[in-house]
T-cell receptor, first 112, second 114 residues
Framework: RKEVEQDPGPFNVPEGATVAFNCTYS??????FFWYRQDCRKEPKLLMSVYSSGNEDGRFTAQLNRASQYISLLIRDSKLSDSATYLCVVILAGGSQGNLIFGKGTKLSVKP | NAGVTQTPKFQVLKTGQSMTLQCAQD?????MSWYRQDPGMGLRLIHYSVGAGITDQGEVPNGYNVSRSTTEDFPLRLLSAAPSQTSVYFCATKKREVGTDTQYFGPGTRLTVL
């Protein structure tokens, strides 16, 4: 079974805190990596892609460690609106739709 | 530009009933997929299509049928609903080109089978 593992949380943090999520994948043939955000009772939406060199989008930083087969997401200066479930997504080599694997998600709750 | 639309938003069925979940997109994306999402299970792929006339099974295809007669539509059929099919169903689309990996999801259909 192709596996993508995430800590389900919930992560309960105060506003302004920095929080980090990790995701591990088991298949070394994985070639593309993403973080999706899913609000309660809503559909998943792409948050950001994850590149080997690391990438930043405002308060969000994504890192990829191919040697250790894990992806991370760092959120700085957390806002109440960051409360959501964050899904790690891995695409295996070949690009087939069947090779897109979702993690079960990490729930974040930002409190005032 | 509506993106990905799904109907109905909510549905309650009795065991053994049949129904079709509709998915339509206006982005001219080649790839379309159906997922189900259950608590603690994450998103699981049911069926997918890489273009009109082409469909394939995903991880959990049993109890579901699909067809893709047009680029825009990808209906999911439950022939004889079972309580185990109670779930939230998401349709998703994606462009075919390499390097365009973003999945666009519809708003979902919440199905309860009694």
């Amino acid at each position: 079974r192709k596996e993508v593992e995430q800590d389900p949380g919930p992560f309960n943090v105060p506003e302004g805190a920095t929080v980090a999520f990790n995701c591990t994948y088991s298949n070394s043939a994985s070639q593309s990596f993403f973080w999706y955000r899913q609000d309660c009772r809503k559909e998943p939406k792409l948050l950001m892609s994850v590149y080997s060199s690391g990438n930043e989008d405002g308060r969000f930083t994504a890192q990829l460690n191919r040697a250790s087969q894990y992806i991370s997401l760092l959120i700085r200066d957390s806002k109440l609106s960051d409360s959501a479930t964050y899904l790690c997504v891995v695409i295996l080599a070949g690009g087939s739709q069947g090779n897109l694997i979702f993690g079960k998600g990490t729930k974040l709750s930002v409190k005032p | 530009n509506a993106g990905v639309t799904q109907t109905p938003k909510f549905q309650v069925l009795k065991t053994g009933q049949s129904m079709t979940l509709q998915c339509a997109q206006d982005m001219n994306h080649e790839y379309m997929s159906w997922y189900r999402q259950d608590p603690g299970m994450g998103l699981r792929l049911i069926h997918y299509s890489v273009g009109a006339g082409i469909t394939d099974q995903g991880e959990v295809p049993n109890g579901y049928n699909v067809s893709r007669s047009t680029t825009e539509d990808f209906p999911l059929r439950l022939l004889s609903a079972a309580p185990s099919q109670t779930s939230v169903y998401f349709c998703a689309t994606k462009k075919r080109e390499v390097g365009t990996d973003t999945q666009y999801f519809g708003p979902g259909t919440r199905l309860t089978v009694l």
